[in-house]
């Protein structure tokens, strides 16, 4: 019997603390969470604010033998402390020894590719579900496309192909968390010939590269006419810039599954530009907006500018500006049959911050508390569509988000 169902590591944190507001709300009446960090003053004051007794745990990031006690104690670990290259190794490696369930918000490719390396086979013999990306990245990404599949499963109309997910509105500021996780990657793929390969294979998180269908090139940079997404869509497409991080999520579930979706499964994300005149100039705008900020924070004399204006780790938006963000994304695939389906996965809340803390709330209380309608897994380095699946279908709904799939009927 362990002490905890949920432990918050990094609940002193912009995000940690409203993903610990999120349980605070909405966790069943019994549910054993602790608060952890390394500053005990600063998570009593956390508890105080939420207004909850649970018990806090000291432990610094660095401190292996505190990590192992840490991960002893609970069924389920959030982790809301980044960047996770900094921080996030010693806490993973801990849950896979203990064989206890761990979520986080990475969005690092890097990272995750050396959590897989270091614990995928661990945490099998162990029975850890490692789940990263349980937040904005990559669960509408991971599980909008897990929801597509099923419809086109049910449907008997064939495997996936190509598939092409559009953020077709979207209100909410950048997170500091991300933007120094940027920074971090940024500056070991310059350093480092073979992270700089890993950072850029689209296929840098699957299990087996020399198992993958040769697909040729993905981009993740990619302008598109929307009409060749789906004849019934207008204007021109941007690039999505969370897409070469997300796109590798998504494949490493097809892997993990076996190729369930397809082995001619081709995957790409977008960002609408609308529909007017002034979309192809809107998408070449964007994608050149993205390259300079990618450049930008590459090179330290544009670096030092951008750091003054960009959000700073622990930043993040009123309460108000929390409340009012949303988002939409639309999946959209044809499948080998030729029938046409989309997917649509659809939330209130500043995506990065409100809507986040209730999917990776979510994340955590079905990993500890459904444990029966998880996906069968024997542990490992997971995603959010392989470790947690449908049971977090079921929550998120649940918790006012829409998520659903059907097939799209040709009108004429």
Request: with cysteine; aromatic share 4%; charged share 20%.
């Amino acid at each position: 019997m362990r002490d905890h169902d949920i432990v918050v590591y990094g609940a002193t944190g912009f995000a940690g603390v409203l993903v610990a507001g999120h349980l605070a709300a909405h966790a069943p009446a019994g549910t054993r969470i602790a608060l952890a960090g390394r500053s005990p003053e600063r998570l009593a004051a956390v508890r105080a604010r939420l207004g909850v007794d649970w018990p806090v745990i000291v432990a610094d990031a660095m401190d292996a033998a505190a990590l192992a006690g840490l991960a002893a104690s609970a069924r389920v670990v959030i982790s809301a402390a980044g960047p996770y290259a900094k921080y996030g190794h010693a806490l993973v490696h801990a849950c896979a020894q203990a064989g206890t369930d761990y979520a986080d918000l990475s969005g690092e490719v890097l990272f995750v590719r050396r959590s897989i390396d270091d614990n995928h086979e661990l945490a099998s013999k162990t029975g850890a579900r490692i789940v990263h990306s349980c937040g904005f990245d990559s669960i509408p990404s991971d599980i909008g496309v897990h929801v597509l599949h099923a419809a086109v499963t049910e449907a008997g109309a064939g495997e996936l192909t190509g598939t092409t997910l559009v953020v077709t509105s979207m209100k909410g500021g950048a997170s500091g968390g991300t933007i120094d996780s940027m920074r971090t990657q940024l500056d070991t793929v310059r350093a480092d010939r073979a992270a700089r390969r890993i950072a850029a294979s689209p296929y840098s998180l699957t299990p087996d590269r020399d198992a993958e269908p040769d697909l040729g090139r993905q981009e993740d940079i990619v302008t598109v006419a929307a009409r060749d997404v789906d004849p019934a869509l207008r204007g021109t497409l941007a690039p999505f810039v969370m897409a070469s991080y997300n796109t590798r999520i998504v494949r490493r579930s097809n892997a993990l599954r076996g190729y369930a979706y397809g082995r001619g499964f081709r995957y790409r994300e977008t960002i609408s530009t609308g529909t007017g005149p002034l979309s192809p100039v809107r998408a070449a705008a964007t994608t050149i907006g993205l390259g300079a900020l990618m450049a930008g924070l590459a090179l330290r004399p544009t670096r030092i500018v951008l750091d003054r204006i960009l959000a700073k780790p622990g930043d993040g938006p009123s309460e108000s500006a929390r409340r009012k963000g949303h988002f939409t994304m639309d999946i959209f695939t044809t499948t080998t049959t030729g029938a046409r389906f989309s997917a649509r996965f659809k939330a209130k809340g500043d995506p990065g911050y409100a809507a986040t803390a209730v999917m990776l709330g979510e994340s955590a209380l079905a990993l500890a508390l459904d444990r029966d309608a998880l996906p069968p897994s024997p542990g490992g380095v997971l995603t959010p569509a392989t470790g947690i699946g449908d049971a977090l279908v079921t929550r998120l709904r649940n918790a006012g988000m829409e998520i659903g799939a059907a097939e799209r009927v040709a009108t004429h």
